[in-house]
């Protein structure tokens, strides 16, 4: 017989922290069954866009804002979606 997936979320809340993460990761990756992309592979995308954005910020290509302004932003964004 097949669980419900209620029945499957409170069995989930029951298990601790690591291994919700684990069965959470497992689910999520069930997503996109095609995508084969090792960790590794993740790891050094990551690395080449965040090395990639370093680069914008140190050569000056984009400007930072103060924290008060990012906040002001992301709640005005934020504000927007619960309309």
Same mark, same amino acid.
């Given at each position: 017989?097949?669980?419900?997936?209620? @029945?499957?979320?409170? %069995?989930?809340l %029951?298990?601790?922290?690591?291994?919700?993460?684990?069965? *959470?990761?497992?689910?999520l990756?069930?997503?996109?069954?095609?995508?084969? *992309?090792?960790?590794?592979?993740?790891?050094?995308?990551?690395?080449? @866009?965040?090395?990639?954005?370093?680069?914008?910020?140190l050569?000056?290509?984009?400007?930072?804002?103060?924290? @008060?302004?990012?906040?002001?932003? %992301?709640?005005?964004?934020?504000?927007?979606?619960?309309?």
């Amino acid at each position: 017989m097949a669980l419900k997936a209620d @029945e499957v979320y409170e %069995a989930g809340l %029951a298990l601790d922290l690591d291994e919700r993460t684990v069965v *959470a990761h497992r689910l999520l990756a069930s997503l996109h069954p095609g995508d084969d *992309a090792s960790q590794s592979e993740i790891d050094d995308a990551w690395r080449d @866009e965040i090395g990639s954005r370093v680069d914008d910020i140190l050569n000056g290509r984009i400007e930072l804002g103060t924290f @008060e302004q990012i906040r002001d932003k %992301a709640r005005a964004l934020l504000d927007d979606l619960r309309k």
